[in-house]
């Protein structure tokens, strides 16, 4: 059996050179046969892509895609200092 550390390293790097993701802040934990993705995106397609790549690269471990959507917006007004 691979050690967690080298599983979670094979993941992240998937999750950074994986063509439908090319995501490098993600943070992978592994705790018995439990995957957690943890990390911000932009999109939920995004969120879902990665979690996807992660559960194809360990299909033998539950992967639980906790990764926080944010929403970005336009810039607001400009902001005047005196």
Known sequence: ?????????RVQQALAEDGRTHELGIRVDIRGD???L???????EQRERLGQVAHEVAPELHVHNEINVVEASAPGEDEHLD
């Open 38 to 44: 943890r990390g911000q995106v932009s999109g939920a």
């Open 34 to 36: 439990q995957l957690f």
């Open 1 to 9: 059996m691979e050690a967690p550390q080298y599983v979670a390293a």
